[in-house]
């Protein structure tokens, strides 16, 4: 069964420094999306990216934040300037289409900022 | 707002003892709702979802859940829990026509004992 796969699986990197998580979410979907969970707490959406660009952000997605697909397949999620209260997991998720069918995730990135 | 609720935070079971985990949600439209399992060190996994039709939703691994719109809940239930069961289950809410980003709730930690 295809599978959208993220890299790195856990990452710890210092305050103020930048991150890149990477995603190759399944081949044939069109819509992508992150996620973040902070320890204890809910599943929450960051962006979703269609079509090269943005479709839809949440108040999370600050200027901090920024998504792109350089090439086809990667999706990143790029975090400048990280901030302790970034630590969580991060999930990638791909679709098909924007409705009517599942949104697979990937394992997720743990990301812990020192 | 569009929300969604868990009522339990951590359920603890027997084995071969029912289960049934309660998620209600907000939102005036009409929405699709999933049920999502993550088992340890392993990412979110679609149980079961509900589109349209036939209220009763069935999902892999025994699973069903039952979307009752009246009271805007989507409860899952498993009549008899293996220890394999333990894991954490997320009830998700996606609003129709509204991109494909998914409200989850803060999820339901269940352990089975043997």
């Known amino acids: 069964e295809p599978e959208v796969t993220q890299t790195p699986s856990h990452q710890v990197t210092q305050m103020g420094q930048e991150v890149i998580l990477r995603c190759v979410p399944i081949?044939?979907?069109?819509?992508f999306y992150w996620y973040r969970q902070i320890l204890g707490q809910k599943v929450e959406f960051l962006v979703s990216?269609?079509?090269?660009?943005?479709?839809?952000k949440s108040e999370i997605f600050d200027d901090q934040f920024s998504v792109e697909r350089p090439d086809g397949s990667n999706f990143t999620l790029k975090i400048r300037s990280t901030k302790l209260e970034d630590s969580a997991m991060y999930f990638c998720?791909?679709?098909?289409?924007?409705?009517?069918?599942?949104?697979?995730f990937g394992e997720g990135s743990w990301l812990t900022v020192v | 707002a569009q929300s969604v609720s868990q009522h339990n935070h951590h359920v603890i079971l027997s084995e071969a003892a029912s289960l049934e985990l309660g998620c209600n949600y907000s939102?005036?439209?009409?929405?699709?709702l999933f049920w999502y399992v993550q088992y340890p060190g392993q990412h979110l996994q679609l149980l079961l979802k509900?589109?349209?039709?036939?209220?009763l939703v069935k999902g892999i691994k025994g699973f069903e859940a039952e979307f009752i719109k009246s009271k805007f809940s989507f409860n899952l239930r498993k009549p008899s829990v293996q220890w394999s069961d333990t894991a954490e289950y997320f009830c998700?809410?996606?609003?129709?026509?509204?991109?494909?980003?998914?409200?989850f709730g803060q999820g339901t930690e269940l352990s089975v004992k043997p």
């Open positions: 939102y005036g439209g009409t929405v699709n």
């Open positions: 509900y589109f349209s039709g036939d209220p």
């Open positions: 990216f269609y079509n090269n660009e943005i479709s839809e």
């Open positions: 998720a791909s679709s098909p289409t924007s409705s009517g069918n599942t949104i697979y």
């Open positions: 998700a809410l996606r609003p129709h026509n509204q991109g494909g980003k998914l409200i």
């Open positions: 081949s044939n979907h069109l819509y």
